[in-house]
């Protein structure tokens, strides 16, 4: 968000949005990265968020850019499918341009959410008593269970509440320590990659039930 909470001195916006302004700089003509697919996929899911929330014109010709590429390339894993599907998605909800409909599956079903309840379906996701050290799985899982079972599932509630738990839980939390916010790994680049990971799950539970009324 680009609000102008602040913890420790440091304020929240301003840090998110230095980060988004880099990702531009970064962007060639044709909407990408020139950092693989994958990644691409990712910086491009940031820049459509970022407009998708804020309006900003700031961000809308960039989001719009990686959108249209993220919308021309195929996906040629499941993660890249995961990613670029998910892109699609929320530059739907954003108003951007999207070739969405020509990816139909061969039953005529959005081939985001049915990838998602398929995930779910097949992790098949019980309340966590603990987190498992593969954070872009659990985040794609969380996902899955929300699209599957949506903000007023049962299955849904279960599993959001023990996961909200486990996140307050791990994470560090100490005035002094600048690793305050983030969760523990064995080097500087995994923690960020944990805590960034944490942060997206932690959002399907605060922020998409309440800021997209359940929508993704």
């Known amino acids: 968000h680009l609000s102008k909470l602040q913890r420790h001195g440091i304020v929240y916006?301003?840090?998110?949005?230095?980060?988004?302004?880099?990702?531009?700089?970064?962007?060639?003509?044709?909407?990408s990265f020139d950092a693989g697919d994958l990644a691409d996929a990712v910086a491009s899911l940031?820049?459509?968020e970022a407009y998708g929330?804020?309006?900003?014109?700031?961000?809308?010709e960039s989001a719009f850019l990686a959108l249209e590429s993220v919308a021309r390339s195929r996906p040629r894993s499941p993660r890249e499918f995961f990613w670029k599907g998910l892109v699609l998605r929320r530059g739907e909800i954003a108003g951007g341009p999207t070739a969405h409909a020509e990816h139909p599956t061969n039953e005529g079903r959005d081939p985001f959410t049915?990838?998602?309840k398929a995930l779910r379906t097949?992790?098949?996701p019980s309340p966590l008593t603990d987190l498992p050290a593969?954070?872009?799985?659990?985040?794609a899982t969380t996902l899955g269970q929300f699209v599957a079972d949506g903000p007023g599932g049962e299955s849904w509630k279960r599993w959001g509440t023990s996961l909200r738990n486990q996140l307050l839980k791990t994470t560090k939390e100490s005035p002094t320590d600048c690793r305050s916010g983030s969760w523990s790994a064995p080097s500087l680049r995994a923690r960020l990659r944990r805590t960034g990971f944490n942060t997206l799950?932690?959002?399907?539970?605060?922020?998409?039930a309440n800021v997209l009324a359940g929508g993704l």
């Open 46 to 48: 940031a820049l459509v």
């Open 13 to 31: 916006g301003d840090v998110v949005k230095q980060g988004l302004k880099w990702l531009m700089t970064r962007q060639n003509e044709e909407g």
């Open 201 to 208: 799950a932690a959002e399907i539970y605060y922020r998409y």
């Open 122 to 124: 097949k992790n098949c």
């Open 114 to 116: 049915w990838t998602m």
């Open 134 to 139: 593969d954070s872009e799985a659990l985040f």
């Open 53 to 60: 929330l804020t309006g900003s014109n700031l961000f809308k």
